[in-house]
């Protein structure tokens, strides 16, 4: 694939996420993304941000959190194309949370 292929692409991705940041929640997901971009390469995207939590919450308030996320961002039902990458990072940053309180 051509840079300038590439570089259309990426624009186009950029243009359908921003304009999906009407959504509070998918507004937060937007910026914890743009930070952690903007950030050294090496850098990870805050997982509290992503899940618009505090890291001092309960447990049970992340695993709500995440259950609500989940089902607004899954590609079947969302309701909009393109939710796959907020779906993943949301799921990832979940996962590092559990890893981090030792739920598995």
Not at 13 to 33: F, K, R
Not at 74 to 102: C, M, N, W
């Amino acid at each position: 694939m051509s840079e300038a292929t590439t570089g259309m692409m990426s624009d186009w991705v950029n243009q359908m996420l921003e304009s999906m940041c009407n959504d509070p929640v998918i507004g937060e997901l937007w910026s914890a993304m743009k930070m952690g971009n903007q950030s050294t390469p090496n850098a990870g995207i805050d997982a509290y941000r992503v899940l618009g939590l505090d890291k001092a919450v309960a447990d049970d308030q992340v695993k709500k959190r995440y259950r609500g996320l989940v089902v607004k961002l899954h590609p079947d039902t969302a309701g909009v194309k393109g939710t796959e990458f907020l779906f993943q990072l949301v799921t990832a940053a979940y996962q590092q949370i559990s890893r981090e309180r030792g739920w598995r």
